[in-house]
């Protein structure tokens, strides 16, 4: 098991903060490398709403559908990267509220 690897899995009642991204088909193909598709996560795509209300309908996101029960250590390279993407969540409306009670649990503030 690759343990840097975090995950969103579906939970009654509650949803999922993060930044959308276009990427173009190059940019894709890279990521996909990057996220070891199709070993490591399965691409899906999800209907998201963004912080402005704006509906989207093939958000792409990375999925892991083996490892779903958590308990997983991130890696400390993975903590870093990590924290510099929480403070671009924040700056761009992310709640503190989910960070601390989502995130936090598996990314310790650096």
């Not at 690897?5 to 959308?20: I, K, P, Q």
């Not at 173009?24 to 070891?36: F, Q, T």
């Not at 993975?78 to 995130?103: C, F, Q």
């Amino acid at each position: 098991m690759n343990e840097d690897m975090l995950n969103v899995v579906e939970s009654r009642d509650e949803h999922v903060y993060g930044l959308l991204f276009e990427l173009d088909s190059d940019d894709e193909a890279r990521l996909d490398g990057y996220e070891g598709v199709p070993e490591s996560y399965e691409k899906q795509f999800h209907s998201v709403t963004t912080l402005n209300d704006e509906k989207i309908k093939d958000a792409l996101v990375y999925v892991d559908v083996q490892r779903v029960q958590g308990g997983y250590k991130a890696k400390e390279e993975y903590i870093s990267r990590m924290n510099k993407a929480i403070d671009d969540g924040l700056k761009e409306g992310v709640p503190n509220e989910y960070v601390e009670k989502v995130l936090r649990p598996y990314i310790p503030e650096q």
